[in-house]
């Protein structure tokens, strides 16, 4: 069974950048579609983005043109790079396959945007 670490959130500007890292305890080759989502204080978890394993992207309309994620196999690892950042970008982030399975929920990265 996968586990899932997220990592590389904090506080930023409006407009600054973070890297978000998903390292996978085990190889996600197989896996088709990884994705990141986020949850606000009183709002439920919605899907932010998902890479599938030949490349293909989807990301959410808030977030398309600022955000970019990215899977490296050899590394086991997801990426989230978000620049442009908005306050409205405050949120837990977490990642998971896609559609998300309930076992594979970590503990997610925060991410606040304030000045």
């Known amino acids: 069974q996968v586990q899932l670490v997220e990592s590389g959130g904090g506080l930023v500007q409006p407009g600054g950048s973070l890297r978000l890292s998903c390292a996978a305890s085990?190889?996600?080759?197989?896996?088709?579609?990884m994705g990141w989502y986020r949850q606000a204080p009183g709002k439920q978890r919605e899907l932010v983005a998902t890479?599938?394993?030949?490349?293909?992207?989807y990301y959410a309309d808030s977030v398309k043109g600022r955000f970019t994620i990215s899977r490296d196999n050899a590394k086991n690892t997801v990426y989230l790079q978000m620049n442009t950042l908005k306050p409205e970008d405050t949120a837990v982030y977490y990642c998971?396959?896609?559609?998300?399975?309930?076992?594979?929920w970590g503990q997610g990265t925060q991410v606040t945007v304030s000045s």
């Open positions: 085990r190889s996600i080759f197989s896996i088709d579609t």
């Open positions: 998971n396959v896609a559609p998300p399975r309930e076992r594979l």
């Open positions: 890479v599938t394993s030949a490349g293909s992207t």
